[in-house]
Structure formats: C-alpha cells, structure tokens
C-alpha cells in the first residue's frame, strides 16, 4: 500500500530520534521525539516540499512518544501505513491503526504514541489549499478509500522518482503545476466534500464587521483598536470571538488577508516583491518574506519566479 515499497523504505537516510526533531520542524512543525523505552533503531525520515504541500515519510523503528504544536497556519495531516498510533488532539484521544488517518485543522496541540512497527506519512497543509474556517478539530479517514488512491499514488510516484524532485528545483512552474494536481485530487475526494460539509458555526455580529473592515483597510495601517472600533464591542471581546469563530486572533486574520493579497499580486506577475509587501501593508521587507513563507512554504520571490515561467 501507497509507499511502503522495501526500495522506498530503504533509501531513507538513518538517523538516531533527537536528529529527527529539526528535520521535522523543517517539513511539519516543532516536534519534540522521545522513545519509549529502549530505542532500538534506525530511525528513517525522508521528506519533500511541492509547493503548499510538506510530506515527511518516518519510520522510528522503536516505540516513540511524539509532542507536535500545529502552526496555526497548517493543516496536519497523517496517517499510518503500518503499525498503529494513539493520538490525543487537543484532548480527544484517536486510535490510528494500519491504513488509517486524520486531518487536524491548525491551532491544535497533538501528543502521539507509535508502535515500534510504525511507519507514517505526515503532511504539511498550507492555508491556501484548505480554509481553517470551516473543518471541524479533527476528521478521520481511510487511506484504503477508493477515491482517495489518486492522492495517494501521486505521493508514491513523487517519493519513488527523486529525478522528478530535482526536475522541479531547475523550473519551480513544474512544482507548481504539481501543487495544483495535489490540490485537485484532494478536493475531489469524498473526504474533502465530507469536512467542508463540517462548517464551524456563523460568525457573530461583531466578528462580521471586523471582517469587512479588515478586508476594507488591510493595506492602511491600521491597528486593534481600529478593528475593534469598527466592530463595535471592545478589544477583550472581539478577541474571544474571533477565536471561537475563526481560530485566530484579529490581527493574524488581519496578516493572513494581507499575505494573501500579496500572494495574488505576485502570482499575477510585473511587480516586485517589496512593491508587493508594501502595496499588502507590510513596512517590513524581510517580516514579510518570513511571514510569508510560514504561511505559503516558499518565499516570495520563488512565487514572482514561477508566475514569471508560466
């Protein structure tokens, strides 16, 4: 099943538990890694970037204890391709056994034991490609799912032909198209149609208005109190709604909005990238390449080059 060919398993680089954690940082999120016992080894990791989309493929080879805050601008998505894990998300705890998996929608804290027969695919979800508005904490599903393969097959394809990995480094509209692929054959699964039917509850009033005017003034400078003011309620308020309805505070809806109209200005191409931070309200040259990588997986530039190749 999906990526559990012995060539692919085999060409993952070994590494003891603790090497893992910056690499997982680096493909998923902050990971703290602790065996459970006496860890026996090798621990495998082998991981790739397309676009919005992180995959890392771990094999621990011991009974592991995982610790992993979500970015509140990612998705997390992982299941287990064999062995079994238990996952509490937030407080709920998942039974995860072979073939099966879960979404967590960003903001969530995951604590995970694995079998020492474990081995997992864990994906990066940037923002763009889901909408934190409307899934539910977490959704569960079964990779086995007929009309979930394409998705799957696709990783296999990508972890299997590295040549197509390196292809994509020398012309990025390659990876780019390769994103889009992804993202149709996600959406187009009943899992996905499943979760979008998951909505959270309608904004309230306030939250509403602070939308609006955000969406209005994102690139004047304006600040909490301004958005709290166009709300009508005071700051204490509009921060625990925004929280209940949207999982994020005012002002990280506000950054978002910001993003991604800097995204679309350079996406459409013949602009800079410092006439797209400025033009989106940011003052801050390198806060905004920093921001938006976290938020979109690359930095600026690479999205003005791949518009510029299409």
Known sequence: MLVLDSQILSYLPSYRPQ????????????????????????????????GGFSF???????????EAAVHSDHFLMMC???????????GKCISVATGKGFLARPSRYINASFSDDCVRLAVRIDPHLL????????????AADEQLRPWFETIRFLFSTPSFIAAGARDPALLGCTEGV????????????????????????????????????ASSNISLTDIAAAAGVNIRTLQINFMRYRNMTPMQYLRNIRLDHARDLLLAGNVQVADAAFESGFSHEGRFA???????????????????AS
């Open 290 to 308: 920093s921001r938006y990588r976290a938020r979109f997986g690359e930095v600026p530039s690479v999205t003005l080059k791949r518009a510029a």
């Open 131 to 142: 909408s934190p508005n409307v899934y539910p904490a977490y959704e569960t599903f079964a």
């Open 19 to 50: 090497e893992t954690e910056p690499l997982l940082a680096q493909l998923l999120t902050d990971t703290k890694v602790l065996p459970i016992g006496r860890w026996r080894g090798p621990a495998r990791l082998g991981g790739l970037r397309i």
């Open 182 to 217: 992804l993202a149709r054959l996600l959406h187009s699964s009943p899992f996905y149609q499943a979760i979008t039917r998951a909505r959270s509850p309608a904004a309230s009033r306030d939250v509403c208005r602070a939308e609006i005017f955000v969406r209005t003034y």
């Open 80 to 90: 287990c391709l064999r062995g079994s894990a238990r996952v509490d998300v937030d």
């Open 56 to 66: 890392a493929l771990i094999e621990f080879g011991s009974s592991m204890e995982v």
